[in-house]
């Protein structure tokens, strides 16, 4: 069972309770949806230098962009499931989008030791496996009842039991005791209270060429709006930082889904 674009964008906004015509904040933009905040910054910006707009050039829509992004995935009938389970339990999943650049990075670093910090009902993991095939995933999650649905999606993706290690506990409890440097890739999407300090932990256990990814990272798009100060907003600013002054990674944030921050440990 394959869903057309239209519909797995639909499936997508209701799951992270985004509108399609204003995504990424819980109640949408201050602006009418055809002009998101950047362009009017834009605009601002371009008439205080004096520039002069051509009369009835039309602007770049962010929101079709946003939306042609998350459409461009075709997501295989277990995501699909998986998503579907997904909403039953109330989890909340990454976007396509951002699943195919988790399955990109496991693929590019030639991921064979993964940790996932957030099981979810498995369309991360899906994501992980698919980019590579070979890896070792440790999953971890505080929910036995996600852990089964992701059993699930496992199983009917046709992935090997041994290839996967779920584990139920705190993210940060179960990463303290795992060994330093073993570890390729590790995505942080759990147990938001303790994201700091799985952060420092992640940069134990990756081997130099490693890669952490924090999903979420523009949490709603508040992270940019300095009037934004709630503890959710404040942690990823604080996680953003983090890796900003860390010489020995190299950083990338990106606007995809909800945001993602994808920082590399610089070989030595």
Not at 31 to 58: D, I, K
Not at 103 to 124: F, N, P, Q
Not at 173 to 183: G, H, L, Q
Not at 243 to 262: E, I, M, R, Y
């Amino acid at each position: 069972m394959r869903l057309g674009p239209s519909t797995r964008a639909v499936i997508t906004a209701k799951m992270m309770n985004f509108s399609l015509s204003m995504p990424n904040t819980l109640k949408g933009y201050p602006l009418p949806p055809q002009v998101c905040p950047w362009a009017a910054v834009h605009l601002a910006q371009e008439a205080l230098n004096g520039a002069v707009l051509m009369s009835g050039a039309s602007m770049v829509d962010k929101i079709s962009s946003w939306r042609y992004v998350e459409e461009f995935v075709d997501e295989s009938e277990p995501v699909v499931r998986a998503r579907m389970r997904a909403e039953e339990l109330g989890v909340e999943c990454v976007t396509p989008s951002v699943g195919s650049h988790l399955a990109v990075l496991a693929s590019g670093i030639g991921a064979k030791a993964i940790i996932e910090a957030g099981t979810g009902t498995g369309v991360s993991g899906l994501y992980l496996l698919k980019g590579a095939p070979s890896a070792i995933l440790a999953t971890i999650d505080i929910e036995p009842e996600h852990q089964n649905a992701a059993k699930v999606a496992f199983a009917e993706a046709g992935i090997k039991g041994n290839q996967t290690r779920v584990i139920s506990g705190r993210a940060i409890d179960v990463m303290s005791n795992m060994a330093d440097a073993a570890y390729d890739l590790i995505v942080l999407d759990a147990d938001r209270d303790t994201l700091e300090e799985q952060v420092r932990e992640s940069a134990r256990l990756l081997r130099p060429g490693g890669v952490v990814v924090v999903p979420h990272a523009l949490w709603r798009d508040r992270v940019p709006d300095p009037a934004m100060r709630d503890d959710a907003t404040a942690t990823f600013r604080d996680v953003l930082r983090f890796f900003k002054n860390q010489d020995s990674f190299v950083t990338a944030l990106s606007p995809v889904g909800d945001g993602l921050l994808v920082a590399s440990r610089l070989a030595e």
